[in-house]
């Protein structure tokens, strides 16, 4: 079949009997019709074996590809500045040629990403420091890049009003396509891009009656990211009337640069490329990625191979930790140059009561958007009683039983379908209102959707009382009482059980998330070309929504990221994180520890990771731990890797001394992943050490070190345990960590290690944990 769409093209007779050849070769393999198939493949070439004659790299990659195929096979992209090589599309058999030749280094399945969702300046006291950021120019000669479904410019969040000139730095675009034209442009708005042969060659030709072909936003997720980072002050942005106030970016006066990779919830790997070889080339000063997949090693994962280009040009790259949690090392976004982000709730409820009909009432959250009218107690009903079709508890699509859930308020399990599809589904079925029971993995966390009918998200222990009631009642009834918005709630933030968690799937010594920031119910600009649920039926249209996941704590990160930056431009990327997670909190106002939506107990590094992001504090951390590209390189040498897998990540050679001694756990990260080998009974103890070097990014003075550990079995010393900084100085220190035998039942532990000089404080979290059985 592949065979005779070739055969359309006119060929060289030469060419011809070579695909003669081949396809004689394909016959063997007529039954495996999956082995001739094109797919898209990453081609990572050793710029460094480029032979001179060719002046161009676009030459040697067409002849690269020429040795393996006679085939005009297209280019998709050649990149230059995230990595060196190009897309393509090949028969598996044909990726595997191409892998022997001379100069590949390397060639990579397309992979695909997804967006990573589910009274912000307020609540992390960027109120404070406006003062500190006027539309100065400082803090708008920052670019932020984002990496997503694009941006609706109309939207005022992107108001240029007080801002001075684009900065010279910008070499970027403003494209054209469909609804969209460089006058959708402006001093804030400063470019937008957008990338899709990889969608199209993968996944199909775009549906333009659902899709704009062009940088506008279709699906809202790259709005709403976009004005999270470095949105402009819009006074009285809600929601129907919820979350009303004033809607602000972290950094509102930083430029935003649109680039396009997601298409109706997708972004594939080469598209993603060519974006950040963009970004890269147009002088963005930090990327924000709120998207992800499966983490796999740093030298397969594109996103993370382009991120290592930017962060050696100075460029921050904050990604989204993903949406998997809790369940264990479910993280996303891991490499240690890149900027990984979890999620945590604001101190803004929506609260709603379910009112039974035997006086019982239970708190949950829910957007009523002003067409509900207040009922009075209806019949209430649970959606697994009202089954036709598998799946009736979760309200999956036609579960329900019209006889028997019309006229009713009908209960829902979390679970399976997306949340607004239950509302739909007993809405359709002629339900009345909604009751969304939380499952013991969802906890007590309520997530605030604009659903289609009258709704209420209950959390785990509502959810099972009211079962309790629904199975005992004569004619169980219920109804719902909207109370609007309700702010100061307390105890916040508390971790997301949503937010991906530790340990580190890849390099457990390399603790990961790297902190927390707000992920649960933002508001922030949307799309009018979709109602807030995104569901197709939805026609109404918003300015700004609601959203939650990883990917709206990524571009609070972004965000700050870009007011630390203004404020110190010679900064690394390593420099910003450190600032970013030493001053990260830990306890609330009372002194207690963060707690975990999750557990209902207290957070530990493997869901917080250094805390909750403090801007304030981060702009004056005292000391930094500071990374250049070569100390992830000599990372990349402890852990082994070859000489050519160490080029794919950093395009040039680089060569592991063989005398020297390389550690995972001599990487200067502001955290501590101690990971102890099993421990027999006949050794004394297990020895784990960590080096670390601080800076001093503030006054002369002397730290002290202390240290928290929560489990007895495992002693720490910190040499030297005092440290003396004049002004921009190094100096460096030991952890040693002595673990005896037994290691705790958990095999688990945590704890943290801060130095003081009495005004700062530099924090890192500890995680301990022992490897399962020798190797
Ligand atoms: C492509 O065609 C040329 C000329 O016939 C031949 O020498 C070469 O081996 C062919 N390449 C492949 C990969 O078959
Ligand atoms: C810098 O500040 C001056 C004075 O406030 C202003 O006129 C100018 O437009 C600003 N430039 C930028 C790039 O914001
Ligand atoms: C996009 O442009 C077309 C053609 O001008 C117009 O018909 C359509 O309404 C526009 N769509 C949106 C969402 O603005
Ligand atoms: C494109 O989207 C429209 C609107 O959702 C849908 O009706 C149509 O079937 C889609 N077309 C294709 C080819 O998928
Ligand atoms: C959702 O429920 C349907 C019906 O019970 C089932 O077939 C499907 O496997 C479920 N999907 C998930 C992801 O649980
Ligand atoms: C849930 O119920 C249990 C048992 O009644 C109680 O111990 C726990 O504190 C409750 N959790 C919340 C978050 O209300
Ligand atoms: C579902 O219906 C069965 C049979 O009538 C009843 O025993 C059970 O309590 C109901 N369950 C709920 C949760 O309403
Ligand atoms: C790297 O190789 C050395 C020597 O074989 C071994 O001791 C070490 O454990 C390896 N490191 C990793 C991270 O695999
Ligand atoms: C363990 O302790 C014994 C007694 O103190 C000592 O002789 C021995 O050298 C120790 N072993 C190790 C491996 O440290
Ligand atoms: C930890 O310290 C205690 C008290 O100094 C000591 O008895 C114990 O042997 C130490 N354990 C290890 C593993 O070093």
């Not at 085939?71 to 280019?75: D, G, K, P, V």
């Not at 999956?396 to 039983?401: G, M, Y």
């Given at each position: 079949m592949v065979s005779m769409v070739r055969f359309k093209k006119p060929f060289l007779a030469i060419t011809f009997v070579f695909f003669f050849i081949l396809s004689d070769v394909s016959l063997a393999r007529i039954e495996n019709t999956k082995d001739n198939q094109k797919s898209t493949y990453i081609v990572h070439a050793a710029k460094s074996q480029m032979p001179t004659i060719l002046n161009h790299h676009s030459i040697w990659y067409r002849s690269i590809l020429k040795s393996i195929s006679n085939?005009?096979?297209?280019?998709l992209y050649t990149y230059d500045n995230a990595i060196h090589g190009f897309s393509t599309r090949l028969t598996p058999e044909e990726a595997r040629s191409l892998k022997s030749q001379?100069?590949?280094?390397k060639v990579l399945p397309e992979k695909i990403y997804k967006p990573l969702t589910t009274r912000t300046p307020q609540f992390l006291g960027l109120e404070k420091i406006s003062n500190m950021f006027p539309v100065s120019n400082v803090t708008s000669d920052i670019i932020i890049g984002l990496l997503d479904t694009g941006v609706w410019p109309e939207s005022k969040s992107f108001d240029d009003t007080g801002l001075g000139p684009i900065p010279t730095s910008w070499k970027g675009t403003c494209e054209s396509g469909d609804n969209f034209t460089a006058a959708n442009c402006n001093k804030k708005l400063i470019g937008a891009r957008f990338f899709l042969k990889g969608y199209e060659a993968s996944v199909g030709p775009l549906n333009a009656t659902k899709q704009f072909r062009s940088p506008r936003d279709a699906d809202g997720h790259g709005t709403h990211t976009a004005s999270t980072a470095a949105g402009s002050a819009v006074k009285g942005a809600n929601l129907f009337g919820y979350a009303s106030g004033t809607s602000r970016g972290m950094a509102p006066h930083a430029r935003v640069a649109i680039y396009k990779v997601c298409w109706e919830d997708n972004c594939v790997a080469s598209d993603l490329l060519a974006a950040m070889d963009a970004a890269i080339a147009d002088n963005v000063n930090v990327i924000s990625a709120s998207l992800g997949g499966e983490a796999i090693d740093y030298d397969e994962e594109n996103l993370a191979i382009g991120a290592f280009a930017a962060m050696e040009k100075g460029i921050v790259v904050s990604c989204a930790a993903g949406n998997s949690g809790p369940t264990k090392s479910s993280l996303q976004n891991v490499a240690p140059w890149v900027i990984t982000v979890g999620a945590g709730s604001i101190d803004r409820d929506f609260p709603v009561y379910v009112k039974l009909g035997n006086g019982e009432n239970y708190q949950g959250v829910s957007i009523n958007d002003g067409s509900f009218t207040p009922r009075t107690f209806v019949p209430l009903i649970y959606a697994g009683n009202a089954?036709?079709?598998?799946g009736a508890e979760f309200c999956?699509?036609?579960?329900?039983?019209p006889e028997k859930v019309k006229g009713k308020i009908v209960f829902c399990d979390r679970g399976n379908n997306s949340r607004v599809e239950k509302g739909i589904v007993v809405k359709s079925a002629g339900g009345v209102g909604m009751v969304l029971g939380n499952s013991e993995t969802n906890g007590e966390e309520l997530v605030a959707d604009a659903h289609l009918l009258p709704a209420a998200a209950v959390g785990f222990n509502s959810s099972k009382a009211i079962k309790m009631y629904l199975q005992h009642a004569q004619n169980p009834t219920a109804t719902l009482v909207f109370q609007g918005t309700k702010v100061g709630?307390?105890?916040?933030?508390i971790v997301s059980a949503f937010s991906s968690r530790g340990p580190n799937p890849i390099t457990p010594d390399i603790l990961k998330p790297d902190f927390i920031a707000p992920g649960l119910n933002i508001l922030a600009a949307f799309t009018k070309n979709a109602g807030p649920t995104n569901l197709e039926i939805d026609d109404r249209r918003v300015d700004f929504n609601l959203i939650t996941g990883t990917s709206m704590s990524c571009p609070h990160a972004s965000g700050i990221a870009a007011l630390i930056k203004s404020t110190y431009p010679n900064w690394s990327p390593a420099a910003i994180r450190s600032a970013l997670m030493t001053t990260a909190y830990t306890s609330y106002n009372n002194g207690k520890k963060l707690l975990d939506s999750a557990t209902n107990a207290p957070a530990t590094p493997f869901g917080v990771g250094a805390g909750h992001v403090n801007p304030i504090a981060a702009l004056n951390p005292g000391l930094v731990y500071d990374l250049t590209a070569d100390d992830y390189l000599n990372f990349l040498c402890a852990l082994n890797y070859t000489a050519d897998r160490i080029e794919a990540v950093a395009r040039r050679k680089f060569t592991c001394d063989a005398h020297k001694h390389y550690s995972v756990t001599d990487l200067n990260y502001p955290s501590f992943g101690v990971v102890f080998k099993p421990i027999a009974r006949s050794s004394n103890a297990t020895i784990v050490k960590h080096e670390r070097t601080l800076t001093n990014v503030g006054v002369a003075g002397t730290y002290k070190v202390s240290v928290t550990l929560d489990i007895p079995s495992v002693n720490v010393t910190v040499e030297p345990n005092v440290l003396s900084f004049n002004k921009n100085e190094k100096k460096s220190y030991t952890v040693t960590f002595a673990a005896s035998y037994p290691p705790p039942p958990t095999q688990l532990g945590f704890g943290r290690l801060e130095w003081s000089n009495g005004k700062n404080i530099v924090g890192s979290p500890i995680s301990i944990t022992w490897e399962l059985g020798p190797k």
């Open positions: 085939s005009t096979t297209e280019m001379i100069g590949v280094l089954s036709v079709k598998e999956v699509k036609d579960s329900l039983d709630i307390e105890p916040s933030p």
